[in-house]
């Protein structure tokens, strides 16, 4: 007998679970942390282990669904945190250091390769709009915007107007 196949979007028990008490604890009690133990407990396996992705994709529906940012706590458990900065602060930084890293990888590792004319091309297409994107990230720089930003209100720039201003 064949198993049926899951929908794409069904959500899984554990998961569902899982979205029912991060509401029930955070949102609802206010409770200051739900910890790694009380989620687990909740399921019946470690959350911090074998059952990570379904907590991860609930954390992901809390956050949509509720509009809030959970925080992890190593080895504790989890908060609601408006610490928005800090959200994306943490984001440029491991933007930069992905792009750090993978981009010295493919330079060490086609450094001897001979490699087809078109697939160099776009090697350099990709280091050249990568090395862009850090431009960007990095603190010292994003200063001109800030100091836009602040001239003009608190309001995202529109993209060309941004790109003036590192030009």
């Given amino acids: 007998m064949e198993a049926k196949r899951k ?12 979205i029912n008490v991060i509401e029930k604890g955070l949102i609802k009690e206010k409770k200051e942390m739900l910890t790694y133990a ?3 407990a909740a399921i019946g ?23 809030v940012i959970t925080a992890t706590i ?14 994306l602060s943490f984001t440029a930084k ?16 086609i450094i001897d390769k001979e ?4 697939e160099r091309v776009e090697l350099m297409a990709q280091f050249s ?3 862009c994107a850090g431009l960007f990230i990095k603190s ?11 001239e003009k209100g608190p309001k995202e720039l529109p993209t060309a107007e941004t790109l003036k201003l590192f030009a």
């Fill in 115 to 118: 490699l087809p004319p078109e």
């Fill in 94 to 109: 491991k933007m930069r250091d992905c792009k750090r890293r993978d981009c010295k990888l493919v330079q060490n590792a």
């Fill in 38 to 40: 009380e989620m687990s």
């Fill in 129 to 131: 709009r990568l090395e």
């Fill in 74 to 87: 190593r080895n504790v458990g989890i908060r609601l945190t408006e610490n928005f900065s800090g959200v």
């Fill in 45 to 67: 396996r470690d959350v911090q282990n074998e059952s990570r992705g379904n907590l991860e994709t609930a954390r992901k529906h809390v956050a949509k669904n509720n509009r």
């Fill in 7 to 18: 929908d794409q979007f069904e959500l899984a028990a554990d998961t569902r679970i899982l």
């Fill in 140 to 150: 010292k720089i994003s200063q001109r915007l800030l100091e836009c930003i602040k």
